[in-house]
């Protein structure tokens, strides 16, 4: 079996390749392979998978790409990674791409699909509503229309029709590749020092760029590493990160949050790949296919931002999670800009003021280089728990 070492080096590459190299050769395969790019935070990439397709997703440049002509696209006011994704448009990474596919979590997404447009990006663009009422003849109705224009759009690229069976085969192994990610989550709240934090990011980053077949090999490979007693335990509190579900954090300030001694072992980074948060059924019939997709999105969704459900407020969700994850506090950290991450943060920190719940909070940009104030904030507030509570 592959060393952790080498798997995660392996992941570093993958899930930073903004060439998207391995998408790209896993289409030159075959002519009816076709790749869709989606944006944050969340889409059902069983259906694209069960059409042929690739699903890949698309989270900005990070601070591997410097902006040059993507400010020019942008007032100053808004969050970074919108940016660097026209800036990597302009300079061809995504060339081979035959769609888009832009979320709809934000304005500024919704300029971003606008702007692609523009510039004449992909075969197809589309801008996908996502329900905000949750009653499956309503909500749900609507949330299977919008999938089925995305299928539509496929199609017409490549002529594969959605059968039951090559939709249910997606569905386990999405089921599989969720299940996989919950179990090293769950090792990790156990025995956080089997796997930095920075190392499950790129682990499930590379997911995001390679067919779930091989992503879940690596999972399985990385299950089995972190099962043995490895690591050692040090004097670290536990926290929570909440904030960054969209623009993505450096990595540089997801080692320093667990330098200045903390253990993240919750986190919204890469939202996507843990959003429904428990199985998908399989379609039970060739009518209705798309109807156990829409029933998992409208009951088994994590919380987010980017959502509004009135019946199931987000504030005690969170700390139900916290106290899943028995963390000693919470760290919110938002992307500069971000409306839909700071319009919820005073609901969320009165919630954690009302419940006696110690946090911090702090903003970031996806490119930050400097880390020096966030680590002596970071480590005061683990100082201030470990030494007082
Ligand atoms: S980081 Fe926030 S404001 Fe920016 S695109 Fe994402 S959700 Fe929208």
Redesign the pocket.
């Known amino acids: 079996m592959e060393s952790l070492k080498d798997i995660i080096k392996r992941c570093e590459e993958i899930s930073f390749d903004l060439n998207f190299t391995r998408a790209k050769e896993w289409k030159s395969q075959d002519d009816s392979r076709v790749i869709v790019g989606h944006m944050?935070i969340y889409f059902p990439r069983e259906i694209i998978h069960a059409v042929g397709g690739l699903c890949v997703g698309i989270l900005g440049g990070g601070d591997k790409k410097q902006i040059i002509k993507g400010d020019a696209y942008y007032q100053s006011y808004?969050?970074h990674?919108?940016r660097s994704i026209i800036e990597m448009v302009l300079d061809g990474h995504f060339e081979g791409f035959d769609g888009f596919i832009f979320p709809s979590?934000?304005?500024?997404?919704r300029n971003?699909s606008g702007m692609f447009l523009l510039v004449g990006k992909g075969k197809f663009i589309k801008y996908l509503d996502y329900p905000q009422n949750f009653k499956s003849h309503i909500g749900g109705e609507f949330y299977q229309k919008e999938l089925q224009h995305v299928l539509n759009q496929v199609y017409k690229l490549n002529n594969v029709e959605l059968t039951q069976e090559r939709l249910n085969n997606s569905i386990q192994l999405f089921n599989k590749n969720r299940e996989l990610i919950k179990k090293i989550y769950d090792i990790r709240q156990q025995t956080p020092w089997r796997l930095t934090a920075a190392d499950v990011y790129h682990i499930v980053r590379a997911g995001y760029m390679i067919p779930v077949e091989e992503h879940n090999l690596i999972l399985e490979n990385v299950v089995q590493h972190i099962q043995e007693d490895i690591g050692d335990n040090l004097d670290k509190i536990r926290v929570l990160v909440i904030g960054a579900?969209?623009?993505q954090p450096p990595i540089g300030l997801i080692k320093t949050i667990e330098m200045a001694g903390c253990y993240i072992v919750e986190d919204d980074f890469l939202l996507g790949s843990r959003w429904i948060q428990k199985d998908i059924e399989n379609a039970n019939s060739e009518d209705g296919l798309l109807n156990t997709l829409s029933e998992a999105y409208l009951n088994h969704s994590t919380f987010s931002?980017?959502i509004y459900d009135v019946d199931n407020p987000k504030e005690a969700r969170l700390l139900k999670l916290m106290k899943e994850r028995k963390v000693d506090g919470i760290i919110f950290a938002a992307?500069s800009?971000?409306?839909?991450?700071l319009l919820d943060h005073p609901i969320l920190q009165k919630a954690c003021d009302d419940n006696n719940v110690r946090y911090i909070s702090f903003l970031f940009s996806e490119n930050t280089g400097q880390f020096k104030v966030i680590k002596e904030q970071v480590g005061t507030f683990s100082d201030s728990i470990k030494l007082w509570e």
Do not use: G, N, R
Request: aromatic share 10%; proline share 18%; net charge negative.
């Open positions: 944050p808004i969050c990674m919108p979590i934000c304005d500024v997404i971003l579900f969209c623009e931002s980017s992307p800009f971000c409306d839909p991450a």
